[in-house]
């Protein structure tokens, strides 16, 4: 965007050094957008839109689970970038380039074909 004659402060990414507005989208495996969140604010960081928004993953749940069900098979997950961490619904990639298993190293490259 153009430097704005008003709000300049709330649109300033002070990491990039530029006026912004941030949104956040959940891609679908077939390429549809699931969820769509913004615009927010240049300064806020990602994990901050995901908590802000919120909705995309209070509906994680998966049909037909309750709270006896496994963790790992009670929600939809979604696989995020390094900077959201990991919780039951979000997965991220292996980090620690020189540390990570065959096995590590395969999982991320195919989750970052998608």
Known sequence: MCR?????????????KYHVL???ILGLPNGLIGHLFGPQEGRRNDNALAAISGKALNHA????????TPVAERYFQIF??????????????FSGAGDRTE????????????
């Open 4 to 16: 704005p004659t008003w709000f300049q402060q709330q649109a300033f990414n002070g990491h990039k």
């Open 22 to 24: 941030k949104y956040q």
């Open 61 to 68: 749940d998966r049909p037909g689970t309750d709270e006896n």
């Open 80 to 93: 995020g970038d390094p900077a959201y961490g990991v919780s039951p619904v979000i997965l991220s990639p």
């Open 103 to 114: 096995e590590e190293q395969e999982w991320n490259n195919i989750m970052s074909q998608g």
